[in-house]
């Protein structure tokens, strides 16, 4: 069955470190692959996409993420996290099914230190 | 940028009594919109697919009968929790896509700001 995997549900690190969030996707076609953000009791952000093109993909607040079809990733990096960042992050594919449906990943939840 | 708005945004009600949940994309139109449930620390399950003007697709192990969903039109979908039960406190989450825009297929989902719903 086609699925995400987010390696590490919980995530910490210091203001001002890399952010490193790591996403896998199973399938042998290369899906459509999102990263979305969510803050408590609110729905969820669109980061960024990949679709086609240019495999890295820069987003909003300085989130980007590469496409590696070779180790089927997409993990979504931040070379310095800022405390607002703290959230839940989910990475989500699109398989191409019938009605464009996502499958998300269980998804990681960030925490900034000061 | 494209709106979905969901409301209420907080519900509680009572065991045995029905809620109904309204999802609107503002500023589109979405022949298709999707509903997630989403338990705590948790990612979301897609509950149904709401399509505009014929029935719902249920995932399996949803109770369409519990979960009644409405797509009326082009701009609102809206999901009702029949009999509500305590089990069913939960978080519900809204999603559209722009269903006539340039490329709209593997457009994003936009999202709604999600229910919380309590059944006491």
């Known amino acids: 069955a086609q699925s995400v995997t987010q390696l590490g549900s919980h995530v910490s690190v210091s203001e001002g470190a890399l952010v490193l969030l790591r996403c896998n996707y199973s399938s042998s076609v290369p899906p459509y692959l999102f990263w979305y953000v969510q803050y408590p009791n609110q729905g969820l952000q669109l980061l960024l996409k990949?679709?086609?093109?240019?495999?890295l993909v820069k987003g909003i607040n300085g989130f980007e993420a590469e496409f590696k079809k070779s180790e089927t990733s997409f993990h979504l990096t931040k070379p310095s996290a800022h405390m607002s960042d703290a959230a839940e992050y989910f990475c989500?594919?699109?398989?191409?099914?019938?009605?464009?449906?996502?499958?998300f990943g269980k998804g990681t939840k960030l925490s900034v230190k000061p | 940028g494209a709106v979905v708005s969901q409301h209420p945004s907080r519900v509680i009600c009572k065991s045995g009594t029905s809620v109904k949940i309204e999802c609107r994309s503002l500023?589109?139109?979405?022949?298709?919109m999707f509903w997630y449930r989403q338990f705590p620390k948790q990612s979301l399950m897609l509950m149904a697919t709401s399509n505009e003007g014929s029935k719902a697709t249920y995932e399996q192990g949803v109770e369409k009968d519990k979960f009644l969903i409405n797509h009326a039109s082009l701009t609102l979908s809206t999901l009702t929790v029949t009999s509500a039960h305590p089990e069913d406190s939960s978080f519900y989450i809204c999603?559209?896509?722009?269903?006539f825009g340039v490329g709209s297929y593997n457009s994003p989902l936009h999202f709604g700001n999600g229910t919380r719903l309590t059944v006491t």
């Open positions: 999603s559209a896509r722009d269903s």
């Open positions: 990949y679709t086609t093109g240019a495999t």
């Open positions: 989500a594919v699109n398989y191409g099914g019938s009605q464009g449906n996502l499958i």
């Open positions: 500023d589109f139109q979405a022949t298709t």
